[in-house]
């Protein structure tokens, strides 16, 4: 069985398609810089790749094109769209509305399209895409979406809801949503698996380290709480995002500057974070090289990240009453030993004890590194949505 899965944005189509018989790869790409002039880049499992300039006017051209190098020319993979089961289809917001991935119709693409309020570059781009996708892939072929926030609608109202005046809850449906949750969950679960162990018996803080940053506290297999909040902005100081800081000094930088709700967004979005901080780079490895160099505000944005990573290991121990297995995943937490190393420094209260050695030889596989001693399992779990978006999507179908 085949599945195409596809992650839109509102500039860049990304797509991998999966043999669902083994999980493996058969083909990945992206469709990039749609409604500018237009990029294909697209790998084959046996390592033909194809880089190309295109034009994509509309995710529709994208679509178009994803579709021919799938399926004809020395790039292709198979004779022909008929042969893919199914499309499954990563959203990032599905508020209350979607708590578990459903099968698309054009009633769904409109909700989906309904909740760009709540997330305005994500998605409605991808109403674009699933409708350009429609046109595209044959009629009989099943699409399923599968939703960024789903696995933290289990957060009790305590962890979801703001100070706010309750109304802003009620009417603009204002509160904590969490996003990465196809991510904790993959993580979590695989996590439970290396440990031999049952989900439902675990208690697991999973920190999601890249460009966006999240840590989420899972017990039982069940999110709690969650450190990204009615967007992706909250929680831990990211590439170029600022995570949490005190509103009031958002709306004091935003008078200081001049700036109208939106421009403010895109300084805390955009010009913040990691290059905000250090005035170096949104990129983790210069962040580190340049520390390493010398650079102080480098060293400050890096201490700030692992500082507030702590901060949620020991709040999320508290919330959930114990923690037994701490996971790093995402690009710098997979990679990254110098996080994970700052991470776990000054933890020995938990009983938080990594093996150094191994933590510095290990990037981007499934390993433990904590030491026996620790009272706590520490792991690298490399993530893996696509495969989840496409487990989900043959799931709902074969129901
Ligand atoms: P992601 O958004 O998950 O792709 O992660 C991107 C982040 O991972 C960037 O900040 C990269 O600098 C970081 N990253 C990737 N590889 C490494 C590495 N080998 N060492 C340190 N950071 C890395």
Redesign the pocket.
Known sequence: MLVLVVNAGSSSLKYQLINMDDESVLAKGNCDRIGIDGHLSHKTADGRKLDTDCTFPTHTEAFEKLVEALTTGEYSVIKSMDEISAVGHRIVQGAEVFDRPCLVTPEIIDQIDGLAELAPVHNHAHALALRACTKVIPATTPQVVVFDTAFHQTMPPKAYMFGLPYEDYEKYHVRKYGFHGTSHRFVSAALAEAMGKNIEDLKIVSCHL???SSITAVKGGKCIDTSMGFTPLDGVLM?TRCGAVDPSAVTFVASKHGFTPDEMSQYMNKQSGFLGVSGVS?????I?DAAEKGNARAQLASDMLAYEIQKYIGSYTAAMDGIDALLFT???GE??W??RERVCQNMSYFGIEIDDELNHST?GQLMKLSTPNSKVEVWIVPTNEELLIARDTIALISK
């Open positions: 890249g460009n966006g590439g949104s990129d983790n490895r210069d580190n995402g690009g710098i990679n990254s110098e996080v990037r």
